[in-house]
């Protein structure tokens, strides 16, 4: 409750000055871990929701700032079979694949829109762990509850409507494994893209 408290504290006093714009959204994303920054990527069928506000301010001619307080649904939410009785989680040891964890976040991205009607979308994002669950032998709490990262998108709008796609990928380590075939340790980062449809009230 403290952290979603935190968070509209955040978006709040950045509608307390100046022209604003406010609206809300929806949509979808497809999460996956990563085997470190810019490592091997594990994209199994793990769809998440996600919804929020958004916050919309120029700060130059087709220089907008564009932060938003969301709900995404994250990790691997597919549960991933034992290939056979020698399972190597039976020894300490993993794939990627078996880190079968759903994780539930509230993020703020603090992104920039660049031009307008057809634009562009870059900055960090920083969430707040609030529900993970296992669904594997994978038993390892996350080894942080704050996921920090990037996000690049683009989006178009339709009158009040706008539409946009966009990839995220942390930089937190999340969970560390040993990988099966050499026993050595890797770290993991949460990664995602996104579809999301919103409409401006303001």
């Not at 935190?6 to 929806?26: D, P, V």
């Not at 300490?92 to 992104?111: A, S």
């Not at 038993?139 to 178009?156: E, M, P, R, V």
Request: proline residues 3%; contains cysteine.
């Amino acid at each position: 409750m403290k952290k979603i408290i935190l968070s509209l504290a955040i978006l709040t006093s950045c509608t307390s000055f100046g022209q604003y714009k406010l609206g809300a959204f929806t949509g979808l994303n497809y999460s996956y871990f990563t085997d470190g920054f810019g490592g091997q990527i594990l994209a199994e069928d793990s769809f998440g929701l996600q919804l929020g506000l958004v916050y919309e301010k120029e700060i130059a001619p087709k220089v907008h700032f564009r932060p938003k307080l969301m709900f995404s649904q994250q990790g691997d939410r597919t549960k991933t079979p034992s290939p056979n009785n020698f399972d190597p989680i039976i020894f300490d040891t993993f794939e990627i694949d078996q880190i079968d964890k759903k994780l539930t976040y509230i993020d703020i991205p603090l992104e920039f829109k660049f031009w307008n009607k057809i634009y562009l979308l870059a900055g960090p994002q920083i969430g707040f762990l609030i529900s993970e669950k296992e669904m594997s032998d994978f038993n390892q709490d996350a080894k942080s509850t704050i996921d920090f990262g990037f996000n690049l998108g683009t989006g178009f709008t339709l009158n009040k409507l706008f539409f946009e796609v966009g990839i995220y990928q942390g930089l937190t380590t999340i969970f560390n494994y040993n990988y099966f075939a050499t026993g050595s340790s890797v770290n993991v980062n949460n990664g995602y893209a996104r579809f999301t449809v919103g409409y401006m009230f303001k």
